[in-house]
C-alpha cells in the first residue's frame, strides 16, 4: 500500500515510515513533484489536517493522509497551538518559537503543556481521523540536540528528559505523533487484511 504523507518535512516522514511495516510505503509530497507548503488557514488542528488531505486527494485522486501538531501551554490559554509552527513568524523558526514560548512562561510557575496532534486520513474515499497527546511541561532551559520543533524545551510526564534528549524510537513510543500514528498504523493493518 502506498499512502501520500501531505508534507515537505523530512523529519515527519523518516519518524512515520521509522514505525511502518514494509507493507505500506509513504511517500511524501516531494515524491509527488509538488514542491510548495500546503494551505494551513483553519483556525483548529482537525481543520488544518482535512484541509490539507482533501487537498492532496481532490487534486492527485490518491490515498493520503495530513497532520496538524500543536504545543499547548496551559498559563498560555493553550497557546501556540493551531499557530505553533508560525508562532514567531512566518520564517517557522524553530529557536526563536521555543525563544518566544521561554520569554512568555517568565515568572510563571504553571509550566504543564501538552503536545496534540491529528491525523485525517483518506483511504479509498472515505475519511478516519486519528489523536495522539501527550502530557508534560515546559522546562526553563533548552536541553538535548535530537528531534526538532520545541522538543528541546518539552519534558513529558515521568521522565526526567527533554524529546530533544531522547533518541527517535523512545520519543516515538511516547509522544503525540507517535500515539496517533499508532493508531492510523493499526487501522491500516485491520484495513489491508
Not at 519518524?15 to 509513504?26: A, C, D, F, G
Not at 494551505?39 to 493522509?65: P, S
Not at 493551531?82 to 510557575?109: I, P, Q, T
Not at 522538543?151 to 509522544?175: C, H, V, W
Amino acid at each position: 500500500m502506498e499512502l501520500i504523507f501531505a508534507t515537505q518535512n523530512p523529519n515527519k516522514v523518516k519518524e512515520i515510515q521509522n514505525q511502518l511495516t514494509e507493507n505500506i510505503k509513504v511517500l511524501s509530497l516531494a515524491d509527488l513533484d509538488y514542491p510548495e507548503d500546503l494551505e494551513e488557514t483553519q483556525n483548529t488542528l482537525e481543520g488544518n489536517a482535512w484541509q490539507k488531505a482533501d487537498f492532496i486527494y481532490e487534486h492527485f485522486n490518491r490515498n493520503c493522509f495530513a497532520d496538524d501538531t500543536g504545543l499547548e501551554v496551559e498559563a498560555l490559554n493553550n497557546e501556540p497551538g493551531v499557530y505553533s509552527a508560525r508562532y514567531a513568524g512566518a520564517e517557522k523558526s524553530f529557536e526563536a518559537n521555543m525563544n518566544k514560548v521561554l520569554d512568555k512562561l517568565k515568572g510563571k510557575d504553571n509550566r504543564n503543556a501538552r503536545f496534540r496532534t491529528v491525523i485525517a486520513l483518506i483511504i479509498d474515499g472515505e475519511k478516519y481521523e486519528f489523536e495522539g497527546i501527550c502530557e508534560g511541561e515546559i522546562i526553563e532551559n533548552k536541553r538535548g540536540e535530537e528531534g526538532f520543533g520545541y522538543d528541546p524545551i518539552f519534558q513529558p510526564k515521568g521522565y526526567d528528559r527533554t524529546f530533544a534528549e531522547m533518541d527517535l524510537s523512545e520519543k516515538n513510543k511516547i509522544s503525540h505523533r507517535g500515539i496517533a500514528v499508532k493508531k492510523l498504523i493499526d487501522f491500516l493493518l485491520k484495513y489491508e487484511s
